[in-house]
T-cell receptor, first 114, second 116 residues
Framework: SQKIEQNSEALNIQEGKTATLTCNYTNYSPAYLQWYRQDPGRGPVFLLLIRENEKEKRKERLKVTFDTTLKQSLFHITASQPADSATYLCALALWGGSQGNLIFGKGTKLSVKP | KAGVTQTPRYLIKTRGQQVTLSCSPISGHRSVSWYQQTPGQGLQFLFEYFSETQRNKGNFPGRFSGRQFSNSRSEMNVSTLELGDSALYLC???????????????FGPGTRLTVL
């Protein structure tokens, strides 16, 4: 079965640095990958989506890359701020699956220290 | 537009009881998915409903069931509760998946279920 792993449970960085989070998947290439942010006690909030035929997507200080050879997606936050502290979840959608069925990683808890 | 709403926000039940959770999607969204989130397993897909029909189902026992109404509101039911069912139950709705449209899911705040 398809599996998705986020290598680090936690990542601590200094304010102003670039945070890089990793998401690896096994088996088949997904139709697309999504990244979500989740704050304590709240539901995940969508950040970015990248499709199988795309290499990179950007949104303000966020960047996502997708390498189907390595079976990996990287999520970058540049010029990180303490307000970026949260858990970041990677999710993939399988080909032939519906939009409502996502497989999530367990998340990486990012802490940005001032 | 109002976001996805879930009721109740918190619930405490005892083993063997049953529980019903409710989800109201964003207006115009017809797809509603349910997820269970625990510290050990993370977010796991339960099932998805579209136009009152179950479109997908995850690997959960039959004690977990759901339904969707004609106004797209959805409920999920867990019967014969077990201690391991303690979790945050999240509902998400998705807009119509038009060509070139969004595949985004919009999550509600969740219902925190504690089974004693």
């Amino acid at each position: 079965s398809q599996k998705i792993e986020q290598n680090s449970e936690a990542l601590n960085i200094q304010e102003g640095k670039t945070a890089t989070l990793t998401c690896n998947y096994t088996n088949y290439s997904p139709a697309y990958l999504q990244w979500y942010r989740q704050d304590p006690g709240r539901g995940p909030v969508f950040l970015l989506l990248i499709r199988e035929n795309e290499k990179e997507k950007r949104k303000e200080r966020l960047k996502v890359t997708f390498d189907t050879t390595l079976k990996q997606s990287l999520f970058h936050i540049t010029a990180s701020q303490p307000a970026d502290s949260a858990t970041y979840l990677c999710a993939l959608a399988l080909w032939g699956g519906s939009q409502g069925n996502l497989i999530f990683g367990k998340g990486t808890k990012l802490s940005v220290k001032p | 537009k109002a976001g996805v709403t879930q009721t109740p926000r918190y619930l405490i039940k005892t083993r063997g009881q049953q529980v019903t959770l409710s989800c109201s999607p964003i207006s115009g969204h017809r797809s509603v998915s349910w997820y269970q989130q625990t510290p050990g397993q993370g977010l796991q897909f339960l099932f998805e409903y579209f136009s009152e029909t179950q479109r997908n189902k995850g690997n959960f026992p039959g004690r977990f069931s759901g339904r969707q109404f004609s106004n797209s509101r959805s409920e999920m039911n867990v019967s014969t509760l077990e201690l391991g069912d303690s979790a945050l139950y999240l509902c998400a709705s998705s807009p119509p998946n038009l060509a070139g449209g969004s595949d985004t899911q919009y999550f509600g705040p969740g219902t925190r279920l504690t089974v004693l």
